[in-house]
T-cell receptor, first 109, second 114 residues
Framework: QKEVEQNSGPLSVPEGAIASLNCTYS??????FFWYRQYSGKSPELIMS????GDKEDGRFTAQLNKASQYVSLLIRDSQPSDSATYLC?????????FGKGTRLHILP | ETGVTQTPRHLVMGMTNKKSLKCEQH?????MYWYKQSAKKPLELMFV???????ENNSVPSRFSPECPNSSHLFLHLHTLQPEDSALYLC?????????????FGPGTRLTVL
């Protein structure tokens, strides 16, 4: 059974600090990795994609991928109250898209 | 608005009813997806259509029947559902199946099966 694991949280982070979200996956042939943000009562919104080992930065967001250790993370710098949401990790490989259950992030004003 | 619309937004149905969910995308995409989101469970991919051809069916019970008449429209036909099928059903589209970094979700249909 291919799985994607995330800590469900809630993860509480003070405003202005760095929020760090982690995700591990079981399928070694996974090729592409995604982070989605989902506000309560809304649908998921893609915020980052990463395909190769290392870091990928986009504004305040940095995705990190380590295929040898089978983990992918998302860093949010200068956290804002508007970042409070559930963050879903998704892994695509062998024509399957597997999601984690998501991590609830709460930014404390 | 993401360019993906779904109707109805809310649906209540009995176990013997037949209903259909509709999805339409205005993005010029060629891949469309149905997902199921239940409380306390990961988002589950149900079906994928790429250039109008069904490419994935992730062991979904036959009481769910997808239809993709063209690249802009996707339907999910429902019949003889069970209470455990109550969930949020999300449609999504992307440029094509390989371009998941272009995926956009619709607002979803909240389904309740009595």
């Amino acid at each position: 059974q291919k799985e994607v694991e995330q800590n469900s949280g809630p993860l509480s982070v003070p405003e202005g600090a760095i929020a760090s979200l982690n995700c591990t996956y079981s399928d070694r042939v996974s090729q592409s990795f995604f982070w989605y943000r989902q506000y309560s009562g809304k649908s998921p919104e893609l915020i980052m994609s990463i395909y190769s080992n290392g870091d990928k930065e986009d504004g305040r967001f940095t995705a990190q991928l380590n295929k040898a250790s089978q983990y992918v993370s998302l860093l949010i710098r200068d956290s804002q109250p508007s970042d409070s949401a559930t963050y879903l990790c998704a892994v695509n490989g062998d024509d399957k898209i597997i999601f984690g259950k998501g991590t609830r992030l709460h930014i404390l004003p | 608005e993401t360019g993906v619309t779904q109707t109805p937004r809310h649906l209540v149905m009995g176990m013997t009813n037949k209903k259909s969910l509709k999805c339409e995308q205005h993005l010029g995409h060629n891949a469309m997806y149905w997902y199921k989101q239940s409380a306390k469970k990961p988002l589950e991919l149900m079906f994928v259509y790429n250039f109008k051809e069904q490419t994935e069916n992730n062991s979904v019970p036959s009481r769910f029947s997808p239809e993709c008449p063209n690249s802009s429209h996707l339907f999910l036909h429902l019949h003889t559902l069970q209470p455990e099928d109550s969930a949020l059903y999300l449609c999504a589209s992307s440029r094509d199946r390989a371009s998941l970094d272009t995926q956009y979700f619709g607002p979803g249909t909240r389904l309740t099966v009595l």
